[in-house]
């Protein structure tokens, strides 16, 4: 099996910082371009907070090309929490962008220490990487929504994999918007003391890997 890790247009990457109309189907037209870039007649997909919206896009525009679709703490299921506890670590970083902040917000928000956590040269990779997106790109990005009704249109066979300590989509709230839109939705996931950074988890990528075997 490959594994293909796409970095998504607009966000701090090489892009040119743009993005698609975020509330079109732009971003499934450019994900069925970079199947066909990659020769990919069809494929199981995973994406974590905005790429899970990205995954929804592909399959309203292109379902064909995809074998099922793991959705990890999508940002597509409910709006961003407004929860002041949520804002003040979002915004800390943003206001005052140093290594002890970033990293504050990576502890706070994204990760869930000691039982999900990054190596400490991943840490200090991410940590620095943070800061100089934060200094040095200017962020033209548009934001994930939550695609309520939309959701409806979703025919492929969808995983939801979910953190309980997610901070920035709290997931009992992505799971009930999940089951009463989403017809396609085969299992949910929770996974105890995981923060929004779900993707990081080896036990929630393990699931991926054993669901595709078994399919």
Not at 175 to 198: C, E, T, W, Y
Request: charged share 20%.
């Amino acid at each position: 099996m490959k594994i293909y890790m796409v970095e998504t247009n607009g966000l701090p990457n090489l892009s040119e910082g743009n993005t698609p109309e975020i509330h079109s189907l732009e971003y499934g037209c450019w994900a069925t371009e970079v199947l066909n870039g990659l020769n990919i007649e069809t494929a199981y997909v995973a994406g974590a907070s905005f790429g899970g919206l990205i995954c929804m896009k592909l399959g309203l525009l292109s379902p064909e090309r995809i074998k099922a679709a793991f959705l990890l703490n999508p940002g597509c299921l409910q709006p961003f929490s407004l929860r002041l506890k949520n804002l003040y670590y979002n915004l800390l970083p943003i206001l005052r962008p140093n290594e002890t902040n970033v990293l504050t917000f990576l502890e706070q928000a994204v990760f869930c220490k000691p039982n999900h956590q990054l190596s400490p040269t991943a840490e200090k990779m991410l940590v620095d990487y943070e800061v100089f997106a934060l200094t040095r790109y200017k962020d033209n990005t548009q934001k994930p929504y939550y695609m309520d009704r939309q959701l409806a249109q979703f025919t492929v066979d969808t995983f939801l994999l979910e953190g309980d300590q997610d901070l920035l989509f709290p997931h009992q709230k992505s799971i009930d918007n999940a089951r009463k839109h989403m017809k396609s939705l085969k299992q949910v996931v929770v996974f105890p003391k995981v923060g929004h950074g779900i993707e990081t988890y080896d036990k929630a990528l393990n699931f991926i890997g054993k669901t595709i075997q078994k399919s």
